[in-house]
T-cell receptor, first 112, second 116 residues
């Protein structure tokens, strides 16, 4: 059974702190790992990771994938209140098992 | 717990036909279900919000007569793509929440629709 586990489930930090969100996965025919930010209803795409060890960056956000250990992390530096959201990771399976398996998300709250 | 399934996982249909996709919450009652469509570059677009026993709320730009949503029970919502065209080919994902105002959404595995 495919599964994606995110940790922590909830995190409260102060503005300016750096946070690391974790995502481990076990899926059949792994193709890619996706990170989303969900504030209102539709998740916003952040990163797609396919190769191990290559960091992707976008502003204060960065993410990296470890295909040997089957996990990914999402880092946010110098957090701002606008970073408060639920962060979702999803593992994309390819081949005959085309599908997305989502984790439950990490609810991040940034306090001023 | 909190498993959401979709059926079928993959469907190929001819242009002009209709396709029904089911979304089920397997071990909880979902007061609200959401239907998304995934576009290139992995962005998810919310199509509609489905509440059990009432009409779905469609997002702007989504044709309600083309994408029929029925939330007949607390564990089942269906999306019917009517008179499908090749441009409807996409990855359709549903999610469910246990209770109103909950931030925890549980996503289904998605349905790959290909219209030929």
């Amino acid at each position: 059974e495919d599964k994606v586990v995110q940790s922590p489930l909830s995190l409260v930090v102060h503005e300016g702190d750096t946070v690391t969100l974790n995502c481990s996965y076990e899926v059949t025919n792994f193709r890619s790992l996706l990170w989303y930010k969900q504030e209102k209803k539709a998740p916003t795409f952040l990163f797609m990771l396919t190769s191990s060890g290559i960091e992707k960056k976008s502003g204060r956000l960065s993410s990296i994938l470890d295909k040997k250990e089957l996990f990914s992390i999402l880092n946010i530096t110098a957090t701002q209140t606008g970073d408060s959201a639920v962060y979702l990771c999803a593992a994309h399976s390819g081949g005959g098992a085309d599908g997305l398996t989502f984790g439950k998300g990490t609810h991040l709250i940034i306090q001023p | 717990g909190a498993v959401v399934s979709q059926h079928p996982s993959r469907v190929i249909c001819k242009s002009g036909t209709s396709v029904k996709i089911e979304c089920r919450s397997l071990d909880f009652q979902a007061t609200t279900m959401f239907w998304y469509r995934q576009f290139p570059k992995q962005s998810l677009m919310l199509m509609a919000t489905s509440n059990e026993g009432s009409k779905a709320t469609y997002e702007q730009g989504v044709e309600k007569d083309k994408f029929l949503i029925n939330h007949a029970s607390l564990t089942l919502s269906t999306l019917t793509v009517t008179s499908a065209h090749p441009e409807d080919s996409s990855f359709y994902i549903c999610s469910a929440i246990r209770q109103p105002s909950s931030y925890e959404q549980y996503f289904g595995p998605g349905t790959r629709l290909t219209v030929t």
